[in-house]
């Protein structure tokens, strides 16, 4: 199983391939995994974007963020964990613009 930094940086590396259909999200999403794994991570997927699409740490400038436990984020992101069960369940937590944190299912496939 991939661990927190290689999802983040297989995000990285699959936006930079595709980045005009990832930053059509035109938003920055921090990421606060908690845990032994844990850490910050923001993507930062704002229209024009052509690098540093993933850093880690806090941003002044997100617009939406997602804390999860870092066992959580790993199963969403392998697809053994439902990302709208775990939202329900309370293991998901959304500050920010909820409607963007809807479109990170297609964003996070590129992930894998």
């Not at 059509?24 to 997927?45: C, M």
């Not at 409607?99 to 992930?111: D, E, T, W």
Request: hydrophobic share 45%; proline share 1%; glycine share 8%.
């Amino acid at each position: 199983m991939a661990t927190v930094a290689e999802i983040f940086g297989n995000l990285e590396k699959n936006i930079a391939a595709n980045p005009e259909a990832a930053t059509a999200a035109d938003a920055v999403f921090q990421f606060d995994i908690t845990g032994d794994a844990g850490a910050t991570y923001v993507l930062n997927l704002k229209k024009g974007t052509t690098e540093n699409f993933v850093t880690e740490g806090a941003s002044d400038d997100s617009n939406v963020t997602i804390t999860v436990k870092d066992s959580d984020w790993m199963g969403i992101v392998d697809g053994s964990v439902n990302a709208m069960q775990a939202f329900m369940m309370g293991k998901i937590k959304v500050s920010g613009d909820m409607g963007l944190a809807m479109k990170l299912q297609s964003i996070l496939a590129m992930a894998k």
